[in-house]
Structures are given as structure tokens and as C-alpha cells.
């Protein structure tokens, strides 16, 4: 049976969350403030944590933080702030999903359900391969030229879908759905300061890309380097070409 940890300070909401999600078959235990939801990740292990960002004692992202140096345990972040800043900064802090409220069981369960299914096929996936780059979704670890990244939870994530689909173009849409799970196009600043970060641990900048491309107007794509430079004319083509296949 999989294991539930409801951390929210409300008493209706949390009963009502912790009856729903035991009704279709989880066990479910919960928290009533950010302190007690620490403990009980150390202590119970679940296999997913539901965290309300508004709790009494500490800041929502405040928990996340510290979860995150104890743990790699999912996390479903809950919150009453429909705002793109909000949640972006939640996920970034390593949450793997949000819903808002007020929500349904019906909806609150399916994101349950998608967060542990990206969690098992991560677990089964093999490693990738580009160039001088391997990346290692099971272990969570890249590298390049045999030299560890040092990557955060989404710089991870984003280098490990744009290689895992090496040599083609993905939209920065797309990416902030899959990556961040903001799937109506928010939050594209977020994707660029990552994506100049991320550029920045594999040695390369938007103007000098090794491995990171953008193809302006339709999105990224990641290619391995022939040679030390970047093939400019191959790279200029492959925009054309791109362009007019749209």
C-alpha cells in the first residue's frame, strides 16, 4: 500500500484529504504544522508528502527546503496562490507538482498518481548518452567528460528530457510542462535563467553553445559538439531547415 503524508494545518482540510485518499486505498498519515511534517518524513518514510505552503510555524517553502536536505521523497505542493511566481518557486525548490485550491478528490488523486508514475519510470529509465555527456536518471547524477555536474532538482530535469530527445527541437512551452508542469506557457523567464545556468555548468553561453542550442522562435534543442567549437554553419542550417518544415 502506498504511503501518504499529509502536512496542512487546516483540521477540514486535512480530514477530508486524509478521507478521500484512504477511500481509494492509500494509507494516509498527517501533520498539523511544518515541525511534525519534518519528523514524520524522517521517521515514517512515505512514499509522497502533500504540503500546504501556508502552515503556522514555518513557511511552506521553508519545509520543502529542509525536506529536500533529508530526503527525495515526492512532493505535491498545495497552495491557496494561483500566482506563476509562487509555484515556480515551490518547484524550484525541488517540489514535483502543485495543485490549488479549492480542489477535488478526483483531481487532487490523479496528481498522485502522475507524480509516482514519473517517479517509477524514472527509476527504470537508462542512462543517456550525448556526446561527452551521461546522464543517469536512476542515480540522479550527470556528467561531463567524466567530470560530475553539480546540478539542482529542475537543472537536472531539464538536461535529462533535452538529451534524452537529443537533436530535436523542443518548445519552451513544452519544456515548462514537462519540466515545471506549467503547461499554459507561464513562467518563460524561469526557463531562461535555468537554461543560462545550466549552460554555464557545461562551459558553454547562449552565444558560444556546445550543446545547448536555441533555434530562435520555436524553442531548444541539444546536440553534441563536433569538435571544441560549435558548427555555426550546421547549426544555422538546421534552424532553416526546422522553419520550414514548420
Same mark, same amino acid.
Not at 58 to 68: A, I, K, N, S
Not at 105 to 118: G, I, K, N, S, T
Given at each position: ?35 511534525? /511534517? =519534518? ?20 513557511? /511552506? ?7 529536500? !536536505? ?55 529509465? !537508462? ?47 513544452? =519544456? ?71
Amino acid at each position: 500500500m502506498v504511503s501518504l503524508l499529509v502536512i496542512e494545518d487546516d483540521p477540514g482540510i486535512r480530514s477530508a484529504m486524509v478521507r478521500s485518499l484512504t477511500g481509494r486505498g492509500y494509507s494516509v498519515d498527517c501533520a498539523p504544522t511544518g515541525l511534525a /511534517g =519534518l519528523e514524520a518524513v524522517i521517521d515514517q518514510v512515505p512514499d509522497l508528502v502533500l504540503l500546504d505552503l501556508g502552515l503556522p510555524d514555518l513557511d /511552506g517553502q521553508q519545509v520543502l527546503l529542509r525536506v529536500r !536536505e533529508v530526503s527525495d521523497v515526492p512532493v505535491i505542493v498545495v497552495t491557496a496562490q494561483e500566482s506563476d511566481g509562487s509555484i515556480v518557486q515551490a518547484l524550484d525548490a525541488g517540489a514535483d507538482d502543485h495543485v490549488v485550491k479549492p480542489f477535488g478528490a478526483d483531481h487532487l488523486e490523479a496528481r498522485v498518481r502522475a507524480v509516482l508514475r514519473r517517479r517509477e519510470l524514472a527509476a527504470s529509465a !537508462e542512462p543517456v548518452q550525448a556526446g561527452g555527456l551521461r546522464i543517469d536518471p536512476r542515480c540522479r547524477t550527470a556528467e561531463l567528460d567524466g567530470r560530475a555536474l553539480d546540478l539542482t532538482r529542475k537543472e537536472f530535469d531539464l538536461l535529462h528530457l533535452l538529451a534524452a530527445r537529443q537533436g530535436q527541437v523542443i518548445s519552451k512551452r513544452e =519544456l515548462m510542462a514537462e519540466v515545471w508542469r506549467l503547461p499554459y506557457g507561464g513562467g518563460e523567464r524561469t526557463l531562461d535563467v535555468h537554461l543560462s545556468w545550466l549552460r554555464r555548468k557545461l562551459g558553454e553561453s547562449g552565444l558560444r553553445p556546445r550543446y545547448v542550442h536555441t533555434v530562435h522562435g520555436i524553442g531548444i534543442r541539444l546536440t553534441p559538439p563536433v569538435g571544441d567549437e560549435p558548427n555555426s554553419t550546421g547549426d544555422r542550417a538546421a534552424v532553416e531547415g526546422t522553419r520550414a518544415a514548420s
